[in-house]
Structure formats: C-alpha cells, structure tokens
C-alpha cells in the first residue's frame, strides 16, 4: 500500500497549468471530464462518467483532505491516482466546492502532474496555474469587489485583469452578461446561498445571443463566516438552443391539432409561431382543402387556388398581411413562394436578397407591407404530407432585429410538418363526415309521413365532436289496418361503418314491419340479423368468431301504435325508454321491459301495451339527448319530461324545445327525436260485423259491406269491395276457424279485413284453365292496392286495400 501524500497547506488553492478538470456530484460520481484529464490518466469520459470518483484513486486520502471533504472547504493536495494502463501517478489536486439551488454539494477538480524541483517557486506556480485555468472562474471578496480572475473569466467579460480587479462587476456592467453576474453575486453575498443562473448576451459581430451558466457559490472560513464568493461560467449557447427548440416542438404537439378543423389547425400554427419566433405568420391552404375536398396529388395545375387560412402578428391587428382570412390569395408562377411550394423545399430569404427584391418588384402591394413595418427576414415552408401540397406558411421579421436562420428554418419546418399532418387529418375527418352525413341523410325519412294514426315530428342532429357521424335512426313505417310503426335506433360507433350498418338495420326494420310482425318477434329476428353480420365481418377479416358479442351492437325501440283500439305495443332492445304524455299534460315514463342490445343473442324481448287516448304524446329519442358530462341521465330525463308538457306548441316547436334545453352547441353525440301526437278513428270510420260460419253468409257479408259504403259515400268503391268481401269471407268459412269478424275502415284509403281463428295463411296460386277455383286472390291482389296477411296470438287477419275515390 502506498502512503499518504501530504497536502500542501495553502491558503490560496490554484490548479497547475494546463489542468485536466473533473466535476463531481453530491453522490461521489463523476458528472464532467475534460480532454486534459482524459490526457493526464488515459480515461475516456464514457469509461469514468457515472462512476465513482474513489474509483480512481490508487492510495488512501490524506487526513487533512478528509477533514476538507467533511468541512466542504476548498483544498489542495498530492494524491496518488490510477492510470488507465494499471500504473499510478502522482497528480496535485485542487478542489473547490459547488453547491446546488437545493443545497446539494458537489466538487470541481483540477488536476495536474506534481511540480518537479526545476520548477518555479510555489506563488508563481499558483498564479500560472489559476490564469490557465480551462473554465471562467473569478474570486469575489465580501464586498463583491473582483479579488481575482483568470484569463477565460477575461475573455467573458471582454475587459482588462486592471480594469477588473477591486471593483464590483455592477460597476462596468456593459451587456446582459455583467448585469446578470453582478445581481447573483449581490444576492450570494447577501443571502450566503448559492445561486444557478443562466444568462444570454450578444457576442459583438454576431447574430444571435450566447448563453451562459453561472454558478455562484458562498466562499467561508472553518468558522462559518463569509469572506467571499467564488463564481464560475460556462458558455452553454448550443445546449440552450437545442433545449429551447425541443421545447418549441414539444409545445407544437400540444398546441396544434386541438381539433379536426383544419382552419383552426392553420390558426394554431401561426398562432405558436408568433408566440414563440416570428413577428408575423400567414398560412394559407389550397382551396379544396380549405373547403374540405380532396387535393390533386402532385403539384396543382392552378398555382392561384389558394385561400388565407390565417394571419397573427404580434402588433395584434395583422395590418402586415395583404390578404384576409378566407380571401383567395394570388401566388403565379415564378414567385418564391410558389417555387417553394413546387419544389417542396423550405426556403430563407432576406428583403434585399436579388430574388426577393425581384418578386416585391413584380408585387407593389406586398413591397408596400414590407416597406412599411420594415420586414427583412422570410421564412417560406410548404405544407405537405405525402407528397400531396395542402398550403404553404409563410413566417416574417421586423420586430425582431435578428434575422431568420438555419436553425429557424429547421424549426419552421419541423412544427410545419406537425401541422401538416394534422391538416390532412382534418381534411379527411371533414370527407368521411361529409360522407357519413350524406349517407345517413339519405336513409332517414326526408319528411314527416302523413299518417290518420298519427301526427309526427322529426330531428337528427349529428355529432358536433371529432367522434364522427353515428349510427342513430328513426323511421315512421304504415302498417296494415291503419296502425303505423314508430322506430327509432343507434348503431354502436361512428363513421361510414356505423352510417352503413344504420342503413342495413333500417331496411331490416321496414322488410320485418311489412310482415306484420309483432314488436318483440321483430327486434328478435332483428337481434338475430346482427349476430349474422358480426359473423360475417369476423370471417371477411379472418377473426375467430368470440363468444361475446361482437364488433356490431345497437340499440333499437319499435312501437306499433292502433287507432281503433287507441293502444300502443312497445318494445325496446337496450334503448332509453319512450316518454309518455297523456292528454291532461302528464308525461310518465313508462314501465316497458328495457330488453338486451342488438348483437347479444340468445335473450328473450318482451313488449307492453300501452293505453293511448287520442291527443297523447309518445317521444322515442336515442341515448345522445339525454347523456350529458355536465348532467347525469336522470337530471336530463327530467328537463325531457318537462320540455314535453309545455302547454301550447306544436310538434315542429316542441322538438326545438327539447333540443334547446337539452344540448349543448356542439353535442358529442348524433341525437335523434321523434315526437308523435296521436289520432283515433271512431264509430264513423269504422265498421264491424260477425260473420257465422256459413257459406250462405258470404251473400249477407256483402250487402252489409255495400251498406256502409253508401253510408260512407263511396258507392264507387262498391264493385271492387264487394269482390274483396266475397273472396275473403269465403276462405275464412272455408278454411278459418271461428269466430269470424268482417271490418271495413276509412281511413286515407278503404281498408278491408277479415280476421278468423285460424293460423292457415292464404296464398296465390296458378290457376289451371278448367280449375273451378283459385283465381279468387289473384282478383283482389290486381284490383286493389296492396293486401297481405297479419298474425296475432290467436288467428290471423287478412286485408286488402285500395285507394279512395278522388273528391269531385
């Protein structure tokens, strides 16, 4: 084991010349090494930085060393280090403690081999030493007055050691550097508190500021009182540009593309330019993509079909821009900008450039701007993605006296391209919505259906978030025997899968209404129809089948309301329940079996029948008017229930009542509504008779049919109803069940039904030439409109029915 150097006892601690340097943190590790210690022990930085500083010595600290590093006082020693080659080496040390904001210590050292005896005396060593120091380090003594400097502090400070010495820093303060020095000295002189600052100063001849960092550290005797102040610099302008560009491109992906609006996007981009490097920005977007189309991919054939987007300035009032937001901006051929745009490359120009003095030339009106707020520097960067154009932004000068440079336009380019990427999100948000609306429009009623049954009124309003279109539906569907359906549903999801998957459900609907299904059979056959699709989107993808539902899921209300009986069947899979008003203006929710979605399988629906007299309101809606952020569902519930029994409004102002008090501007939902008052046809719209299980019947059936059709005034519509009567009266004592019942309605039209107790259902048949029978249906399906066959839960009804006489 080697022994212990003894330190040298000196009062003034000055490293040797050309000293290696090496910065140690609170926790002993090595954090900084410079080339002449990589040079004195043979250690590269990336074998030593991390590691512990005890790693390289090769014999023991001195006592007195120890008792320093306890202290935190600064201290010089002869210490016995390893060489990267296995071989020690003796080197003197000096030391100087740092401290950090938070009071962290760390050390700096500064290394160099031991004097030999041909050297200088110890003072003359010291001082060569501390004047070649590699750092800018400056002793300061209580009052703040410069004791001693080395050559870099000099250099820093661009002034005389004569100058410098005795006096405070305050005292010949000619740049931001002297100003920002001399108040962290004032303050650790003040406070006893080290102080970490940064701060920026033009270099004369250059463009752009330096930084520095300061570190000032309190300097004091064993005692504890403060004799002094020590304060190191070190220039950090690469580092600090480098930060402060990451930051920039950290606070594009914050700021822009807030939304899927590609205006607003433009409006982003200028707006954090301003904020942050330019005096003024205008963006300007092709005209189909401003407008929401789709662009032509390459190089438009129309340089001019530009539009401004958006102008920010940071005199507020954009008066530097020539064009307005939303105006046609008019860039020909030949133009800078145009160049830029074609060749897609971003470009830096100064005003009195020959190629931007040449454009302004060309351009009275944009030299005025120029001439007049003085802008001297340009910054032009297309706006593309994909090799597809969409705009181009252009950032000026002339507030800010440094021009535009490579690193401007590197930061110019890359908050572009975000921008860039978030328009052409936008712009194809804006097509496929624009699509998506145009599709779900096309599949709703494009007017209220004029129905005896009821009288209707109707809303969609898609979603005005970034969600996208939905899947919500109504539909308002004639059934036979004057009844009418009311449907309302939502599709999972949104978009043009969620509009297309609407338009199939909807089809579903009518195909199964016109089957005269009742309304629990209906949403399970309509339950089955979407497990179907899941299945067979799951084999179109290659998926395996799960055993939960799928990716396709609804909700879907079906109601069937009767105006003869005055009752509604209800039923409902999974969607928010109808709102009940009756005539004296009280609205209930009524009590209807909520039922699974669409999609899950394998779970019963159930109805109810619902009591309507005339004049009530039934409400269907979907889930988008009544879920709220700022509401719970029973808060909106209750604003539904009370919008509805608002005396006095008609149906059309009724549904802007709901809508009103119930959304927001831009809901995040589509939301669809629709209201229906109800009709009912009384004893001088309908007739019914019992019919006995008699052939001889048929004849009687028919003249009490005739009957009530002169009753009626409608003697034209005798022949052919007497035909009708005839044929389906006859099938159900031939091949129904009793009871029988004939009933004639009027209604828009000559309804004509036949019910019995039977489940045969009649069907159309070719009849022979010498077959007595057979052509009866083929009759009544040519003479009259539309007939069919209905099921109940006992027996079945067969109608025909045909269009009334037009008034003369």
Same mark, same amino acid.
């Given at each position: 084991?080697?022994?212990?150097?003894?330190?040298?006892?000196?009062?003034?601690?000055?490293?040797?010349?050309?000293?290696?340097?090496?910065?140690?943190?609170?926790?002993?590790?090595?954090?900084?090494?410079?080339?002449?210690? @990589?040079?004195?022990?043979?250690?590269?930085?990336?074998?030593?930085?991390?590691?512990?500083?005890?790693?390289?010595?090769?014999?023991?600290?001195?006592?007195?060393?120890?008792? #320093?590093?306890?202290?935190?006082?600064?201290?010089?020693?002869?210490?016995?280090?390893?060489?990267?080659?296995g071989s020690r080496i003796g080197v003197h040390v000096c030391a100087f403690p740092q401290q950090e904001a938070d009071g962290a210590g760390g050390w700096i050292l500064f290394l160099g081999l031991l004097p030999t005896a041909s050297d200088v005396t110890d003072d003359a060593w010291s001082e060569r030493s501390f004047s070649q120091l590699p750092v800018a380090l400056i002793i300061h003594d209580a009052e703040a007055r410069v004791a001693r400097v080395n050559a870099e502090a000099l250099r820093l400070l661009e002034l005389r050691e004569d100058l410098v010495v005795g006096r405070r820093i305050d005292e010949f303060r000619t740049s931001t550097l002297h100003d920002g020095m001399a108040k962290a000295v004032a303050q650790v002189i003040r406070s006893g508190e080290p102080v970490q600052t940064e701060v920026s100063a033009h270099a004369i001849g250059e463009?752009?500021?330096?930084?520095?960092?300061?570190?000032?550290?309190?300097?004091?005797?064993?005692?504890?009182?403060?004799?002094?102040?020590?304060?190191?610099?070190?220039?950090?302008?690469?580092?600090?540009?480098?930060?402060?560009?990451?930051?920039?491109?950290?606070?594009?992906?914050?700021?822009?593309?807030?939304?899927?609006?590609?205006?607003?996007?433009?409006?982003?981009?200028?707006?954090?330019?301003?904020?942050? %490097?330019?005096? %003024?920005?205008?963006?300007?977007?092709?005209?189909?993509?401003?407008?929401?189309?789709?662009?032509?991919?390459?190089?438009?054939?129309?340089?001019t079909a530009m539009r401004r987007a958006a102008n920010r300035s940071v005199l507020g009032t954009c008066a530097e821009a020539v064009f307005q937001p939303g105006e046609l901006s008019v860039f020909p051929p030949g133009s800078p900008l145009a160049q830029a745009l074609a060749d897609g490359q971003a470009a830096r120009y100064d005003t009195d450039e020959p190629a931007a003095r040449d454009w302004l030339a060309s351009r009275p009106d944009l030299s005025s701007k120029v001439s007049s707020f003085g802008i001297h520097s340009v910054l032009l960067v297309p706006i593309r993605t994909r090799e597809t154009p969409l705009g181009f932004a252009m950032f000026a000068r002339h507030r800010t006296p440094e021009s535009f440079g490579d690193d401007d336009l590197l930061l110019a380019e890359e908050i572009t391209a975000r921008a860039a990427v978030c328009v052409d999100n936008a712009r194809r948000y804006a097509r496929e919505r624009k699509t998506s609306l145009a599709l779900q429009r096309s599949l709703l009623p494009q007017c209220a259906p004029r129905e005896a049954a009821v009288e209707v009124a109707s809303r969609y309003l898609p979603a005005g978030s970034e969600a996208g279109i939905g899947g919500d539906w109504f539909d308002v569907i004639r059934l036979s025997g004057a009844r009418v359906a009311l449907v309302v549903g939502d599709v999972v999801g949104h978009g043009i899968h969620a509009s297309a998957t609407m338009g199939r459900l909807r089809t579903a609907v009518r195909t199964l209404a016109d089957v005269d299904l009742p309304p629990d059979e209906l949403l399970t056959h309509l339950d089955d129809l979407v497990l179907h699709l899941d299945r067979a989107e799951d084999e179109a993808t290659g998926e395996m089948? #799960?055993?939960?539902?799928?990716?396709?899921?609804?909700?879907?209300?079906?109601?069937?309301?009767?105006?003869?009986?005055?009752?509604?069947?209800?039923?409902?899979?999974?969607?928010?329940?109808?709102?009940?008003?009756?005539p004296d203006g009280t609205a209930v929710f009524p009590d209807v079996p909520a039922g699974p979605p669409l999609g899950v399988g394998g779970l019963p629906f159930e109805s109810a029948v619902l009591d309507m007299p005339e004049g009530s309101l039934l409400a269907l809606y979907t889930d988008g008017l009544v879920e709220a952020a700022d509401r719970d569902i029973e808060a909106n519930s209750e604003l539904l229930r009370r919008a509805l029994t608002a005396p006095g409004q008609s149906l059309e102002h009724m549904c802007d009542t709901v809508l009103g008090r119930l959304l927001p501007s831009r809901p995040v939902d589509d939301v669809a509504l629709l209201i229906a008052r109800t009709r009912a046809l009384d004893a001088h719209h309908v007739a019914t008779w019992d019919v006995r299980r008699d052939?001889?019947?048929?004849?009687?059936?028919?003249?009490?049919?005739?009957?009530?059709?002169?009753?009626?005034?409608?003697?034209?519509?005798? %022949?052919?109803?007497?035909?009708?009567?005839?044929?389906?009266?006859?099938?159900?004592?031939?091949?129904?069940e009793d009871p029988i019942r004939l009933r004639l309605i009027r209604d828009r039209s000559l309804i004509c039904?036949?019910?019995?107790?039977?489940?045969?259902?009649?069907?159309?048949?070719?009849?022979?030439? %010498?077959? @007595?029978?057979?052509?009866?249906?083929?009759?009544?399906?040519?003479?009259?409109?539309?007939?069919?066959?209905?099921?109940?839960?006992r027996g079945k009804t067969v109608w025909a029915e045909q269009s009334l006489p037009s008034p003369a």
């Open positions: 084991m080697d022994s212990e150097v003894s330190p040298h006892e000196n009062s003034g601690v000055t490293p040797a010349p050309g000293a290696g340097a090496l910065t140690i943190d609170a926790q002993g590790h090595v954090i900084g090494w410079s080339d002449r210690a @990589e040079q004195l022990l043979g250690y590269a930085a990336g074998d030593v930085l991390g590691h512990r500083a005890l790693d390289l010595l090769a014999a023991t600290l001195p006592a007195a060393v120890r008792s #320093s590093l306890t202290e935190r006082t600064e201290w010089s020693s002869a210490l016995v280090l390893r060489h990267r080659n463009r752009h500021p330096r930084m520095w960092a300061l570190s000032i550290s309190p300097l004091t005797e064993p005692t504890g009182r403060l004799y002094g102040a020590s304060t190191t610099a070190r220039e950090i302008t690469e580092a600090a540009r480098a930060r402060w560009r990451l930051s920039v491109v950290n606070e594009a992906s914050l700021r822009i593309g807030t939304t899927l609006e590609a205006v607003r996007t433009a409006e982003e981009l200028a707006e954090l330019a301003v904020d942050r %490097f330019a005096d %003024f920005a205008a963006i300007d977007l092709l005209d189909p993509v401003y407008s929401g189309a789709e662009p032509k991919p390459g190089w438009p054939a129309d340089t089948p #799960s055993e939960f539902a799928g990716d396709i899921g609804a909700t879907c209300l079906y109601a069937v309301y009767d105006p003869v009986s005055r009752r509604c069947t209800v039923a409902r899979a999974g969607h928010p329940p109808p709102v009940l008003v009756h052939p001889a019947e048929v004849a009687d059936a028919r003249g009490q049919a005739v009957e009530q059709l002169v009753a009626w005034g409608l003697e034209e519509c005798a %022949f052919v109803t007497e035909l009708v009567v005839s044929e389906l009266v006859t099938n159900a004592i031939r091949y129904g039904e036949v019910a019995d107790a039977g489940n045969t259902s009649p069907h159309l048949r070719r009849a022979r030439t %010498f077959d @007595e029978g057979g052509r009866g249906l083929l009759l009544v399906a040519q003479l009259t409109d539309r007939w069919g066959t209905r099921h109940g839960t």
